[in-house]
């Protein structure tokens, strides 16, 4: 069982920075695709970003293209979400997920079966 543990998170103003952190409990971490998803309230949950097992990475969100890198640290079994420019819009619950894929970055949630709890980004003046 592939458990991932989300950090980062807090209060932060309107165009300033956060970087979230995904933390894997195995090392096999590495063969994953890692997604990052959002969900503000009363709004569905949706895709921010994805990094496959080779590095390539997927932006999903067009609200956040040139705004939000994904990166990943397979010698810490870590990947990261660099969040500059961040507006109100981007407040919500980020998570990330996990999941064995062979090609491409699958954008909904529901191809995940492994996810972290959670951690709160509040983008607020």
């Known amino acids: 069982q592939l458990q991932l543990v989300e950090s980062g998170g807090g209060l932060v103003q309107p165009g300033g920075s956060l970087r979230l952190s995904c933390a894997a409990s195995?090392?096999?971490?590495?063969?994953?695709?890692i997604g990052w998803f959002r969900q503000a309230p009363g709004k569905e949950r949706e895709g921010v970003s994805c990094i496959r097992r080779s590095g390539v990475s997927t932006n999903f969100a067009d609200s956040v293209k040139g705004r939000f890198t994904i990166s990943r640290d397979s010698a810490k079994n870590t990947v990261y979400l660099q969040m500059n420019s961040l507006k109100p819009e981007d407040t919500g619950v980020y998570y990330c997920a996990a999941v064995l894929w062979l090609s491409g970055c699958p954008s909904r949630s529901h191809d995940y079966p492994y996810w972290g709890q959670g951690t709160q980004v509040t983008v607020s003046s």
């Open positions: 195995r090392s096999t971490f590495e063969l994953y695709t």
